[in-house]
């Protein structure tokens, strides 16, 4: 079963909003996907991806969009499992690189930053 099936299959039996994470938890304690090792990051960047299926209730939070119809969509869905591992790939990667310094700021001495959107060390 690939990633976004596995998603819908969960949401559509629960009632609420569910946090990424506990989305992953369940699709892996129902054993609808292999054992891997990052499925929260999985379960997120399939979600973000299809934004059309998937609405954001809160931070971290999702749940099915009301107007989406799964019997229409598994017909005209021609994504393979190949190209899912794929984009969350490129996703992971794109995510990975895009910036050198993580978290930034937390030992630095006050006075030798200069605070504005965007940081510069002057020491």
């Given amino acids: 079963m690939k990633w976004i099936d596995a998603i819908i299959e969960v949401l559509k039996t629960s009632k609420e909003a569910m ?8 699709i892996m304690s129902r ?9 929260h990051i999985s379960v997120h960047v399939i979600m973000n991806a299809h934004q059309d299926i998937f609405i954001k209730d809160s931070r971290g939070k ?10 229409n969509w598994q ?8 190209d899912e591992e794929k984009e969350i790939e490129a996703q992971i ?3 990975n ?3 050198i310094i993580k978290a930034y ?3 630095w001495e006050r006075e ?12």
């Fill in 19 to 26: 946090h990424y994470v506990d989305i992953a938890n369940e």
């Fill in 62 to 71: 999702y749940k099915l969009c009301s107007a989406f119809n799964y019997g």
């Fill in 75 to 82: 017909k005209s869905n021609t994504t393979t499992d190949k």
């Fill in 31 to 39: 054993q609808l996907r292999e054992e891997c090792k990052t499925p």
């Fill in 105 to 107: 700021g937390r030992m």
């Fill in 93 to 95: 990667t794109k995510t």
């Fill in 112 to 123: 030798k930053v200069e605070w504005k959107c965007h940081p510069v060390l002057l020491g």
């Fill in 97 to 99: 690189n895009t910036t």
